[in-house]
């Protein structure tokens, strides 16, 4: 909470106007489920993580890098870059970085165990790092990658010094939580908050708040109250019914944008035998319905996006048939968001065999964006109502539910990726390409679906270096995919935050929730 020092009564008494030290509490929806920045690329992770540690390129509230760590790099031949260090930055513990950080924090960022959203696709281009001096690297890729810095950029720096040799715990408890980012690690109390301290020797732009402290109030009315009642200054994930009213009340203020999140059912295409799909009397089906094609087109015209954006997230969503939406680079203005037709969908369920419907159970998070738990009940009617059984809905806190979701324990179940890079193209590999850990496809691809066209139609796109043509390549990969419907894209989110009058926010299309984007008010 921003506030002034009783102390400091007198000196105003006075007549003396000294620089008050200003401290900020933020209510955030979700927590993180380490502080090791490596651990996880999920946006609850990386909101903690990017104000303790700095990445090797940033990226702006448009999704557009800028340089970092990396102060400038230069493409020396199709499988050649060199990256040039920024020179005076320190560690919080003021010891300087150095190439020696950067290669070691690439190296460790593809092999964290137990990872549940993996770093192994932004480092799986690289075939050999090589420091030139201590602030310039030479690095080698095993191909021709003209996206290295995309996707090199989001991996964050930690001190070798302080992180070799040491685990999850080490960074939980803060003694390997070393960075150069704009605030310090304090502590962590798990399922409560998270304290940070400024970094003054930051070599970028200072915070303007002397402590931040992320508090975790996942339920939505108890993150209003908290706001309201002067228990912190600024809140996320603000509920859409909710934003307009905030907005009309003295003293506070909204901010919004829209997101290039894109919510999704995802469907089990792989197994024979699925988890919780079920003849109609509630029996193991075997082989997997969710395996034809028809089945998976007829739940996509079974849902009705439009009646959701509008009753369950008062319009703060758009539609959608594909993984980016219009103004990031890769979106195909063919694709057209898939029609509500339950007629056609009971046709297509016929066709494919199944004229009486089947079972299945939905899972999704209760606490990851506004509306994921009232989405799922939403599309568990609408499949009801297309002639499946839905035998359940189950919603779990999403700290659990993404390890759940990674060990592929649901069949049918609501999820989102959340697009923070200036293309589609590590969207798409991360999400439909066929899960490699060695190469680096697949980080999201919790469905384990497999599409060898489509991973052959990606790779030529990630060897072209002509921005238009490897634009192109994406977007033919993207009918491709998305024509196949292992994931039914569901829309794009809009984002709320809202705050006290005091504090100014920087809103940001990758829904980053951090002490750096807020001010003081002027």
Known sequence: MAYVRPALALVFAMGITPALAVDITIASSTETSAIDPHFS???????????????????????QQYPAVAEAWTNIA???????????????????????????????????????????????????????????IEFTTKGPTPDFIEQIGSVFVVSKKAAEGKKLEDFNSGAAAIGTGPYKFKSWAKGDRVVLTRNNDYWGKKPDFENATIRVISNDAARIAALRSNSVDLIDAVPPEDAASIAKMAGYKVYSTASAR????????????????????????????LKNLKVREAISKMINRDLIIDR????????????????????????????????????????????????????TSNDRFPGDSGTAQAI??????????????????????????????????????GNTTPTSGPGL???????????????FNRLRYTNAAFDAK????????????????FQEATRMGFADVPVVPLYWQKVHWAGKATINYKPSKAEDTTAVDASIAK
């Open 458 to 473: 990606m790779k030529e796109g990630f060897s072209e270096f002509d921005l238009n043509k490897r634009l192109a390549l």
């Open 262 to 289: 894109m919510i999704y059912l995802a469907l089990d295409t792989v197994r024979d035998e699925a988890p919780f799909i079920t003849t109609t009397d509630g029996k193991p089906l075997v082989p997997n319905p």
């Open 78 to 136: 199709p499988n050649k870059w060199l990256i040039k260090v920024r020179a005076n930055v320190k560690f919080h513990d003021g010891s300087p970085l150095t190439a020696d950080d950067v290669v070691f924090s690439l190296s460790r960022a593809g092999n964290i165990p137990n990872s549940p959203a993996p770093f192994t696709g932004n480092v799986a281009s690289i075939a050999e790092m090589k420091i030139v001096d201590p602030l310039t």
């Open 429 to 443: 590999k991360n999400l439909l390409m066929t899960f490699d850990a060695k190469e680096g496809t697949g980080a």
């Open 380 to 417: 568990g009617q609408m499949l009801a109502r297309g002639g499946i059984k839905v035998n359940e809905v189950v919603a779990q806190p999403y700290n659990v539910y993404a390890g759940n979701a990674t060990k592929q324990m649901f069949s049918v179940f609501i999820f989102s990726l």
């Open 41 to 63: 690329r999920t946006g609850n992770n990386q909101n903690i993580a990017m104000q303790i540690f700095d990445r090797i390129a940033g990226i702006d509230e448009n999704l």
């Open 312 to 363: 369950i997230l008062n319009g703060s969503g758009l539609a959608a048939g594909q993984l980016v939406p219009e103004g990031v680079a890769g979106h195909d203005p063919s694709i057209k968001v898939p029609a509500y037709d339950p007629d056609g969908a009971k046709k297509l369920m016929a066709e494919a065999g199944y004229p009486n419907g089947f079972g299945l159970t939905i899972h």
